[in-house]
């Protein structure tokens, strides 16, 4: 574990996740915080002071155009890059994520769209990779890691895959999702944040992943789900947070906003019928 600053939060701790949860559902407090997080590279400023908050048990859509820099805010938080300035507070307390290690720690899964498994092995050793049991020091629990993977899986009714010894290569992209987002329920992770997870499915297959979605929040995780679809924003978000150029622009409850108005922030940054919830960010 890297986290220099130990005395800000002992991320190793077996904390209690449930009374976590609910401890910062009650105070209100998000389960992530960020404050005025920035991110250049070389001559490009991605990130401009972003503040964005994910409470534990609602989604949390990140919207915004080609560029806007929802990956890179993504990133940041996976602990894949360093911002140059600003703060995160995990459950209050203030953390630096300085690698995915110190993220996965936290309880924290990022599922990529391309990267999230890998091809040439099946559904339970996807799950367990990197993490797998051992019956002793020498064999593979098989058995155990079946059964936890069978499970994981029938407990989010991903119910279309023929047989868990499938190898991931022969899944559609939808179930390749599904077993992506289970892999993150398995390791009890307290925050899931999906890169456009539904950018190459089909109807069926998107279906799937948001149904999927709504099963991660009713579970107390928080979730944060990139997407530029309209529809699929409007029907899973509970917040919605739009970038624009690096800068986050609009950020409140999905209600306050209409398909116009979303479209408006993302195009362009603002809108001529502002949302009027005063715990927005500021626009500078
Ligand atoms: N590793 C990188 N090096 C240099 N520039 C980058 C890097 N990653 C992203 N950027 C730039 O940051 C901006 C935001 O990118 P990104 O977060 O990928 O946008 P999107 O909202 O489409 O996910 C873009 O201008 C992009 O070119
Ligand atoms: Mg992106």
Known sequence: ????????????????????????????????R??????????????FGVDLDLPA?????????????????????????????????????????????DSAALGIETVYQD???????????????????????LFLNEDSMERAAAETLAGLRVTSVRSIRQPVATLSGGQRQSVAVAKAVMWNSKLVMLDEPTAALGVAQTRMVLDLVVRLKSHGLAVMIISHNLN?????????????????????????????????????????????????????
């Open 1 to 32: 574990m890297s986290l220099a600053h130990r005395d800000e939060m002992d991320v190793g701790a077996p904390a209690p996740a449930e009374q976590a949860l609910s401890r910062s559902r009650d105070v209100g407090e998000p389960l992530l």
């Open 34 to 47: 960020l404050r005025g997080i920035s991110k250049h590279f070389g001559a490009v400023q991605s990130l």
């Open 57 to 101: 048990g609602q989604v949390t859509a990140l919207c915004g155009d080609n560029g806007a820099g929802k990956s890179v805010l993504t990133k940041t938080i996976a602990g894949i890059h360093q911002p140059d300035q600003g703060e995160m507070f995990w459950q209050g307390k203030q953390v630096h994520i300085r690698s995915p290690r």
């Open 115 to 137: 990267l999230a498994l890998a091809d040439n092995l099946d559904i339970v050793q996807n799950m367990f990779l990197g993490r797998e049991r051992l019956n002793n020091r």
């Open 232 to 284: 699929d924003i409007f029907e899973v978000a509970d917040r919605i947070a739009i970038l624009h150029l690096g800068r986050m622009v609009a950020q409140d409850k999905a209600s306050t906003f209409d398909r116009q108005t979303a479209v408006d922030f993302m195009t362009t940054g603002g809108s001529s019928r502002p949302i009027t919830d005063s715990s927005n960010p500021r626009r500078d």
